[in-house]
């Protein structure tokens, strides 16, 4: 595994592994207080994501750390940004710890993409998921 780091902040960590052309997105416990800060937070990211052939790599976006929040208001502000984070990987894998953030990534998964799309509670499974296994 040949993980590069592309991203650091508060509210994300973003490595590219080349060998596998995985890009995993790692978010991390603050919440986004605004829709401001989401836009602050995700616009880096957006970044990265975008310098990238997307339809050649997979992402996984592991949410273990996060803290979930189901407010309809928060959603929908962060839906765009959520959607444009995951929009043409090749598969995306979405890594979650509890019953409930299966639940709501599963729910958010149904209306952000098609096709291609997974969430987890167990990073291997994840893992082999991206891999096509």
């Known amino acids: 595994m040949a993980l590069v780091r592309r991203h650091a902040s508060d ?5 590219i592994d080349r060998d596998a052309r995985r890009v995993i997105v790692r978010r991390l416990p603050p919440l986004f207080r605004s829709q401001a800060d989401a836009e602050l937070a995700c616009t880096p990211v ?5 310098a990238i052939d997307r339809a050649t790599h997979t992402l996984m976006m592991d ?14 502000w962060y839906a765009p ?3 444009e984070i995951v929009r043409d990987f090749r598969r995306v ?7 409930s953030g299966w639940l709501q990534a599963q ?3 149904s209306v952000d993409r098609d096709e291609g799309f997974r969430v987890f ?13």
């Open 11 to 15: 509210w994300f960590e973003v490595d």
């Open 46 to 50: 957006l970044d990265v994501l975008d």
């Open 63 to 76: 949410v273990r750390l996060a803290r979930g929040v189901n407010d309809p208001e928060y959603e929908a």
């Open 81 to 83: 940004l959520r959607r």
């Open 93 to 99: 894998a979405i890594v979650v710890r509890s019953a």
């Open 107 to 109: 729910r958010l998964a």
């Open 121 to 133: 509670d167990d990073l291997a499974r994840a893992e082999r998921y991206l891999d096509g296994r």
